[in-house]
């Protein structure tokens, strides 16, 4: 090559770096942006009235495009849910949020999740200071999930393949409980593995009728109360075959 021609091909490569290198930038910041505007408009904006600083705080910083597909990331910040695989679905931001304010959580406090998806949840949940327990019961979901979570350098998330449906009881009692896919009753394990003044967030019924319930256990007595209407995917595994005897 002639000396001219070697200083172009330097040039151009050095042209493209710094090209590429400010596309990275800008993705990034066009995703904070998107974040800030998600937290506005559809979680402190009018009608969604989320109030908590430290839930609002955490859902500016976590990366939920990280947690999407690559194909849908441009739709990470948008106000719905978006498809994982699987035929399952990342709830839409607020419902998280939503959910996340409800359980009122304190730093160090321990909680449990059952339907663990993407991993988001378990990531906001994580940024909150909690120590998080995990588990989704299609194995692919879960293998995906662990790996972005410790990707972005959450240690305090222990995610497991299984069935929710028997809780985690090695890592019982918890403060809290966080159910993202919906059975029809809740299910008893769940309650016996909630600490005393324990809190609990639930989707309850079939799919054209749920509700997500806030459960308190107090003693022996458990308050209910039921909190918003919702549409989650149903609760697989071992509730199935308790619906069917029913
Ligand atoms: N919290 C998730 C969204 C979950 S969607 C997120 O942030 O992305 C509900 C998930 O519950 C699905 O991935 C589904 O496979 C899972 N699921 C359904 N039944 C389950 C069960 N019995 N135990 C654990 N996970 C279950």
Redesign the pocket.
Known sequence: MSKPAVLMAVCLAAFWETALLCLGAQTNDTFALARKRMVAQQLAGPGRDITNARVLAVMSRVPRHE?VPEGLRKEAYEDQ?LP?G??????QPYI?AFMTEQLALKPGERVL????????????LAELGAQVF?????EE?AKR?ATTLQRLGYTNVQARA????QGWPEAAPFDAI?V??A?EQVPPPLIAQLKDGGRMIIPIGPSWNQHLVLLRKHGEKLQKQAVLPVR????????EGKALRR
Do not use: H, N, R, W
């Open positions: 947690f849910p994982i699987q035929g399952q679905t990342i709830s998280v999740e059952v339907g663990t998806g993407s991993g988001y949840q378990a990531a906001v995990t588990i989704e019961i299609i979901l999930a299984g069935d929710g449906y966080i993202t896919c059975p989650f995917v149903p609760m697989k595994g071992e509730v």
